[in-house]
Each structure stands twice: as structure tokens, then as C-alpha cells.
């Protein structure tokens, strides 16, 4: 195997995805930065993700959408930062098999997740990570979140590979890397227990400790 990229939420962090809290005290914290004073229906719009809704408000608001989205990502990802380092959010209990599969093969990270936050944890769980992509805090890169593989590709352009496993715990990480040209191999998580396999997925892992299984040692010795 070339390489193994690993998506983030639901395979090394616990849990489907960022809490939605995180995003509404993220999109409050930008507000109050760029001075700007919502109705409640607009501020419950700026604490999700519609891009055009935004807009909308913002323009009504004066404040600049790219702005105010590229600060609430900021915040959204420092209050993440902030539920790891506490314990609020654990990550899984066999993430150490990625670190084993490491020594072995080049790793990756690619999530739809902010960028900021797959580095900080790539480095707050100690990963030696060949390649760490998410997403950019812009409108047009929250636009690229997977199924979409732009952030699969972007990842296996940086290393200058085109083969090889995407592992992720949902039916959009299998369409990606899918269309990505790599294999599948779907994580079976607590959240996921009761899915139907997605038909396309290469494999089915019950844990990450299955992973030496379904990839080949890449030294030849
Ligand atoms: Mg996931």
C-alpha cells in the first residue's frame, strides 16, 4: 500500500462531528469581534452553515461574509481545541494502530474538518503524519468537504502518489475516496453499527487494529 490517509471525526476522534455548541459560541465570539449586533433569527442563521443566508446577513449588517466566516472557523477551532485538551472529546482507544502503521507505510490525514484543527490534533496525539489536509476556512473551502475528493486529492498530489486506502466511518468518506481512485476500507464505529456496508467500500474494519490485515508491508526485505 502506498499510503493510508485516515479521516478524523469518528476514526480518531469520538463522535460523528464538532458539537454543534462549538459553532454557535464560534459564530457569537465573531460577531462580537466584527462588532456587529444580529436579530435572533439572523444570529441562529450565522451559528450554521448557509452560505448564501449568511451573506444575506451580512450584507444587512455591514460586515464582510468572508471575514466573519474565516473568524468563526477560527473560533470553532480553538473551542475544539479547547473540548480535547479538557476530555471533553476523547479519541478512540486503537488510534494506536495508526501510529504502528506509520512505521511501516506513509500515513495521512484528510478531513472535513478545518485544517487547523487535523494539525492540531495530528499533533496533540502525537501522529507523525506524512500529509495533513482539511478544510480551508473559506466559503469556497467549505464548498470541497467530501463526498467532493478535492481534499483527497490535493493530499495525494502534496506526496506525489496516486494509489492507495482512505478509511473513514461514513458513506461519503467511501464515495470520495472512491472517486479519489483509491481503495476503502469503512471503520465500523458505535455511531455506524447498524449501516449497511456502502457497496462500493473496498473493506470492512470492526476496529483499527484490523488494519494490518488489509495492508501490505511495504519494505521487500
Ligand atoms: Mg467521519
Avoid at 34 to 63: K, S, V
Avoid at 134 to 156: C, M, N, S, V, W
Wanted: proline residues 6%; charged residues 35%.
Amino acid at each position: 500500500m502506498t499510503v493510508v490517509l485516515f479521516d478524523m471525526d469518528g476514526v480518531i476522534l469520538e463522535g460523528l462531528r464538532t458539537d454543534p455548541q462549538v459553532y454557535a459560541d464560534a459564530a457569537d465570539a465573531a460577531l462580537a469581534e466584527l462588532d456587529a449586533d444580529p436579530t435572533p433569527p439572523q444570529r441562529r442563521d450565522f451559528r450554521n452553515h448557509d452560505e448564501e443566508r449568511i451573506r444575506t446577513h451580512c450584507t444587512e449588517l455591514g460586515i464582510d461574509p468572508s471575514q466573519f466566516w474565516e473568524r468563526k472557523e477560527a473560533y470553532a477551532s480553538s473551542g475544539t481545541h479547547d473540548r480535547l485538551r479538557s476530555g471533553e472529546r476523547d479519541p478512540y482507544d486503537d488510534i494506536d494502530a495508526i501510529r504502528d502503521l506509520g512505521d511501516r507505510t506513509a500515513i495521512g490525514l484528510v478531513t472535513n474538518n478545518r485544517h487547523e484543527t487535523a494539525e492540531f490534533v495530528a499533533d496533540y496525539f502525537g501522529f507523525d503524519f506524512d500529509v495533513v489536509r482539511g478544510r480551508d476556512p473559506t466559503f469556497d473551502g467549505y464548498d470541497r468537504r467530501k463526498p467532493d475528493p478535492y481534499y483527497i486529492e490535493d493530499a495525494l498530489a502534496d506526496l506525489g502518489v496516486t494509489d492507495g486506502l482512505y478509511v473513514g466511518d461514513s458513506v461519503t468518506d467511501v464515495t470520495a475516496g472512491h472517486a479519489a481512485g483509491l481503495e476503502t476500507a469503512f471503520l465500523r464505529r458505535p455511531h455506524n453499527r447498524d449501516r449497511e456496508r456502502p457497496p462500493n467500500a473496498t473493506h470492512e474494519l470492526e476496529s483499527l487494529t484490523e488494519l494490518p490485515s488489509i495492508v501490505e508491508p511495504s519494505d521487500s526485505s
